[in-house]
């Protein structure tokens, strides 16, 4: 069984950074791609980053390249590093993975990466709160 845990969250001023960390356990890094999610309260669970198994990552645009995702093999761990913070980024952010899924005669197709109901395994989430 694949377990995700999240750490590195915490409380911070606007125009602060903070380091996400995302460790798997229970299984092998083929559980790539990884995923960012993050909820604020009364809003839907929205898509930040996600990297691929050949590195191959992906951003919601509107964050101006203040957000970077990145691996550690060896420590099976995916880094959310973010930076510039603002009050707007308070939130729970989630770490999820996994988006094989059966596909057309017997076979194994991955998901869309910015859709959360397409990931199988997801972390208890991290609160980020940033401060003005």
């Known amino acids: 069984q694949v377990q995700l845990l999240e750490s590195g969250g915490g409380l911070v001023q606007a125009g602060g950074s903070l380091r996400l960390a995302c460790t798997t356990s229970g299984g092998t890094f083929t559980t790539l791609p990884v995923g960012w999610f993050r909820q604020a309260p009364g809003k839907e669970r929205e898509f930040v980053a996600a990297i691929t198994t050949d590195g191959t990552t992906y951003y919601l645009h509107s964050h101006g390249g203040r957000f970077t995702i990145s691996t550690d093999d060896a420590k099976m761990t995916v880094y959310l590093q973010m930076n510039s913070l603002t009050p707007e980024d308070t939130a729970i952010y989630y770490c999820?993975?996994?988006?094989?899924?059966?596909?057309?005669?017997?076979?194994?197709?991955?998901?869309?990466?910015?859709?959360?109901?397409?990931?199988?395994?997801w972390g208890q989430g991290t609160q980020v709160t940033v401060s003005s």
């Open positions: 999820a993975a996994d988006i094989r899924k059966p596909g057309p005669g017997g076979t194994i197709v991955g998901g869309n990466v910015y859709l959360p109901s397409d990931y199988n395994y």
